[in-house]
């Protein structure tokens, strides 16, 4: 290459209005590259302490963005839309992943790891992955019962699991109560609007993930008519933290999975 018109290879000032390309830039030892994050970003911890917030999730801080000169900015969904649309007229480049299956996470987390030249590291990490989800589903294919899992994406209305946390349960043993809402994107096509639904389909675990409020067992278990579901009447009501479950990178596919399949696991060994 001629010096005289040599060029950085991928962008060197990133802002991740998300947390999963946070954690994912941080993995793949590229996170110098970060200039800015998303004030929900908790993984890894020292991200917090160590790069400016300037993003919610459907807002952001845009005169804080650009002056912090970056020269690309990852997001995540048509949730995001705005914010991008306001950059781009701005002059950024502005990359919005729209990732909503396991394969999806994989693909864009392939992505970003070649566009900072970590095309090589990203799919050695990317296979590890892989192995581990591997493992994990040879395990649950030796199940004698798989349990039925309602999993609450949010509590008022009721919302079920997103496709990436459906894919994944499926991966650790246990069967979506609600697979047919699991394609639609938007949380307000997985709301269930009668409750009574959920107590017909009478699920053995129920899963809690109320983006980042408290999940509270003791709510779900006295709602009327729940006293007559298994996952009530054996106390099989559990939280999984909004950050290591519904953050579609790597904490789904190591914590979040992780913690599925010990509670399958572990259900199975009382009730299997």
């Known amino acids: 290459m001629s010096e005289r018109f040599s060029f950085p290879l991928g962008p060197q000032c990133i802002i991740c209005m998300t947390e999963e390309t946070t954690e994912w830039l941080y993995l793949l ?5 970060i200039v800015g994050i998303s004030g929900y970003t908790v993984r890894p911890r020292r991200a917090r302490e160590e790069k400016p917030r300037v993003s919610a999730f459907t807002s952001a801080k845009i005169d804080k963005i650009l002056d912090l000169k970056p020269d690309c900015v990852f997001g995540f969904s048509d949730m995001q839309a705005d914010i991008a649309a306001a950059l781009i007229r701005a002059g950024v480049q502005v990359t919005i992943f729209n990732q909503r299956s396991v394969a999806e996470i994989f693909s864009m987390m392939a992505q970003v790891a070649a566009m900072v030249g970590q095309g090589e590291r990203g799919l050695a990490l990317i296979g590890g992955f892989q192995q581990q989800l591997a493992e994990i589903a040879d395990v649950a294919a030796t199940l004698p019962r798989r349990p039925k899992v309602f999993f609450e994406e949010w509590d008022e209305p009721h919302i079920s699991a997103i496709r990436w946390v459906s894919e994944l349960l499926d991966i650790a043993g246990g069967d979506d109560c609600f697979p047919e809402l699991a394609a639609q994107s938007l949380g307000k096509n997985r709301i269930i609007a009668d409750s009574d639904e959920i107590v017909r389909r009478n699920p ?3 899963i809690g993930s ?7 067992p003791e709510k779900v278990a006295a709602r009327s008519g729940w006293d007559q579901v298994n996952a009530v009447k054996t106390g099989q009501l559990f ?13 789904a596919l190591t914590d979040g999975v ?5 509670i399958v696991m572990d259900w199975s060994r009382l009730h299997g």
């Open 204 to 206: 053995d675990i129920i």
């Open 258 to 262: 992780a913690q599925l399949h010990r």
């Open 29 to 33: 030892g590229e996170d110098a590259r």
């Open 210 to 216: 109320w983006c980042g409020k408290k999940f509270r």
């Open 239 to 251: 939280e999984i933290k909004s950050v290591d479950i519904l953050q579609p990178g790597p904490a």
